[in-house]
C-alpha cells in the first residue's frame, strides 16, 4: 500500500511540473530568430529521400572537416552521413507536441578522435539558437543519444559559459543515474540544469567506448537498421527505441524547438523519417 501511495504521489508530481511548465515553455522564443514551433495536424516526411529540402546543414570548421555537402549525402532513399566531421543537419521549421520515427544504421567507420571507438551519432531536439552554441558544432537541445552500446541516453547539449541554466530536464532515476520506469521508494528526482545526463533503462555499466563495444539489446547488431521513436508532449519525452521504451523525462525547458540529426565523426545512415501528431489516449 505505502509503495502505491508514493507511485501515486510521484506521477502527480509528474504531470503537475508538465502543466506547469508547458504554458511557459512550449511557445516561449528563446532566441530571436528562432521559428514559431508548430504541431503536426498530420503524418509527413522530413526527409524526401532525394535531397536536404527543408534542413540545414552545418559543419564545424576543423582541419579533418569536409563540407557539408560533402558529408550529408543521399544513398538508396536514406541520409548517408560520412562523418568525415562534427555537424549536423537541422529541421528548418521548429515543432511541438510530436511524435517523430526514424530508421538508423551504423556503416563505415569513425575518424578523427572517433576513429577505434565506438560507432556514434545522435538525434538532438528541441533545439534552440543558431548553430555551434555547443562547441562551435550544435544547437542548444537535448539528445538521443545514438551510439554504439547505449542508445537512448540523453544528453542534455548545452552551454555552461554562454548560458548555463538556459536548458532544464528531469527524470526519475536510480542512485547510478539509470532510468527506472516504475518509481518506488529508493529512486531519485534527477534534475539536471544547464548540461548532463541520464542513463538509458538498459545500459550497460561495463560500458567501454571502444569499436568492439557489442550492442545491448533492444539496440540491433551493428549495420541493421534500428526504429527509433521520440514522443514529444507538452514538456515531457520518451525514446522508443525497437519497441521497447528506453527513457522517459519531464520538466523540459525548452519543450519545443527544432530537430537535428549528427554527424559525429563516424559513418552512419538515417531514413524513413516521419513526424506525426501525438496519439490521444
Given at each position: 500500500m505505502q509503495r502505491a501511495i508514493f507511485s501515486a504521489f510521484i506521477a502527480a508530481f509528474a504531470a503537475g511540473c508538465c502543466c506547469f511548465c508547458t504554458c511557459r515553455c512550449a511557445d516561449r522564443q528563446y532566441f530571436p530568430d528562432d521559428p514559431v514551433p508548430v504541431a503536426p495536424t498530420e503524418k509527413v516526411a522530413l526527409f524526401n529521400g532525394e535531397n536536404y529540402d527543408g534542413w540545414d546543414l552545418w559543419m564545424k570548421k576543423?582541419?579533418?572537416?569536409?563540407?557539408?555537402?560533402?558529408?550529408?549525402?543521399?544513398?538508396?532513399?536514406?541520409?548517408?552521413?560520412?562523418?568525415?566531421?562534427?555537424?549536423?543537419?537541422?529541421?528548418?521549421?521548429?515543432?511541438?507536441?510530436?511524435?517523430?520515427?526514424?530508421?538508423?544504421?551504423?556503416?563505415?567507420?569513425?575518424?578523427?578522435?572517433?576513429?577505434?571507438?565506438?560507432?556514434?551519432?545522435?538525434?538532438?531536439?528541441?533545439?534552440?539558437?543558431?548553430?555551434?552554441?555547443?562547441?562551435?558544432?550544435?544547437?542548444?537541445?537535448?539528445?538521443?543519444?545514438?551510439?554504439?552500446?547505449?542508445?537512448?541516453?540523453?544528453?542534455?547539449?548545452?552551454?555552461?559559459?554562454?548560458?548555463?541554466?538556459?536548458l532544464r530536464a528531469k527524470a526519475f532515476t536510480d542512485d547510478k543515474g539509470r532510468w527506472v520506469p516504475y518509481p518506488n521508494s529508493k529512486t531519485e528526482v534527477r534534475s539536471l540544469i544547464g548540461r548532463g545526463r541520464v542513463d538509458n533503462l538498459y545500459y550497460d555499466p561495463n560500458w567501454k567506448d571502444v569499436e568492439s563495444q557489442p550492442v545491448v539489446p533492444p539496440e540491433r547488431p551493428y549495420g541493421e537498421w534500428n526504429d527509433l521513436e521520440l514522443i514529444c508532449s507538452g514538456d515531457t519525452a520518451e525514446y522508443i527505441l525497437n519497441g521497447k521504451t528506453v527513457l522517459k523525462l519531464f520538466d523540459l525547458a525548452p519543450a519545443a524547438g527544432r530537430i537535428q540529426l549528427q554527424s559525429e565523426c563516424h559513418t552512419i545512415e538515417y531514413r524513413n523519417i516521419t513526424i506525426e501528431p501525438v496519439a490521444k489516449k
Open positions: 576543423d582541419d579533418f572537416a569536409k563540407p557539408a555537402e560533402e558529408v550529408f549525402t543521399v544513398k538508396d532513399g536514406a541520409m548517408h552521413v560520412t562523418g568525415k566531421g562534427f555537424g549536423g543537419c537541422t529541421t528548418k521549421k521548429a515543432y511541438k507536441d510530436y511524435h517523430l520515427k526514424m530508421q538508423f544504421r551504423f556503416t563505415g567507420e569513425g575518424y578523427a578522435n572517433r576513429k577505434g571507438k565506438t560507432a556514434d551519432g545522435g538525434l538532438l531536439f528541441h533545439c534552440i539558437g543558431p548553430e555551434g552554441l555547443y562547441g562551435g558544432i550544435w544547437h542548444l537541445s537535448f539528445e538521443c543519444n545514438i551510439i554504439q552500446g547505449r542508445t537512448g541516453d540523453l544528453i542534455v547539449v548545452g552551454n555552461m559559459k554562454d548560458y548555463p541554466t538556459l
